[in-house]
């Protein structure tokens, strides 16, 4: 949430990965493709080689460029409704994900070649692009507090963990690092409650016993050295 567009960028392609497999290499398609024009540019702006020579790798990223930039609509399109009835729940209102980015032409790629050449990279394309996390019409990024961004985190994993149950083969497990200790006992409540009907298995984990908000069904208790359940 509070990190630059790489991260979430990142992120992103790995759910589309997990929900899509068809269309797992679309991310390391383009960013191989995007290298190779990268590294053209060099060698044109150094005079070792022609503008020519950058023509298959424009024609390449813009044809991949589409490709990921359809695939990661059609993902967020699938992963917003979720997000946003998970983060409702804990109360946080009017969560929605966008991205609205379009995928750049191989004429508009031509249209900015001086720029690329000067700069020695490519300066449009979905490697650029980001997810907004916005809740009403606040980046939460930029005008969100910590606790609406932890609530957003949270919301995401939790509608990930949703569209995995429903496309895939079974259902994932979902693993919560000491989360309860940033949820109030309302929302600690709710956790529990939307993780014991989601259908999969939830190892969550705490420092006490005492933040729980409901018995768990097996309790473990980790010391140094030992894992026992109590």
Same mark, same amino acid.
């Given at each position: ?15 589309? &990965? ?18 190779? =024009? ?13 503008? $020519? ?8 990223? %813009? $044809? ?5 930039? *359809?695939? !990661?609509?059609?993902?967020? !399109?699938?992963?917003?409704? #979720?997000?946003?009835?998970? %983060? ?7 969560? $929605? ?10 004429? $508009?790629?031509?249209? !900015? ?5 000067? =700069? &020695?990279?490519?300066?449009? /394309? ?9 809740? &009403? ?12 961004? =932890? ?15 429903? =496309? ?12 309860? *200790? ?5 929302? !600690? ?9 989601? /259908? ?7 420092? *006490?016993?005492? #933040? ?13 050295? *030992?894992?026992?359940?109590?």
């Amino acid at each position: 949430m509070k990190a630059g567009p790489a991260v979430r960028r990142a992120y992103f392609d790995r759910v589309l &990965g997990r929900l899509f497999p068809s269309r797992a290499s679309a991310p390391t398609d383009y960013a191989a493709a995007l290298a190779q =024009r990268n590294g053209a540019l060099r060698r044109v702006a150094a005079g070792f080689s022609t503008k $020519e020579a950058l023509d298959p790798w424009t024609a390449r990223i %813009a $044809e991949l460029g589409r490709l990921l930039v *359809s695939a !990661r609509a059609e993902l967020v !399109r699938l992963l917003s409704p #979720a997000f946003g009835a998970a %983060a409702a729940e804990l109360r946080l209102d009017s969560a $929605e994900l966008r991205y609205e980015e379009d995928p750049t032409s191989a004429e $508009e790629l031509d249209a !900015r070649l001086e720029q690329d050449l000067a =700069r &020695g990279f490519t300066g449009a /394309g979905p490697h650029l692009h980001d997810v907004a996390i916005v809740a &009403g019409e606040r980046d939460l990024r930029s005008f969100g507090s910590q606790g609406e961004q =932890r609530l957003a985190v949270l919301s995401l994993l939790l509608a990930e963990a949703d569209l995995l149950a429903e =496309r895939g083969p079974a259902p994932p497990l979902l693993l919560l690092d000491d989360v309860l *200790s940033e949820l109030d006992p309302e929302r !600690r409540a709710i956790l529990a409650a939307r993780v014991r009907t989601a /259908g999969g298995q939830a190892l969550l984990t705490a420092t *006490s016993s005492a #933040a729980l908000p409901d018995a768990p069904d097996q309790l473990i208790r980790v010391t140094p050295g *030992s894992a026992v359940a109590a």
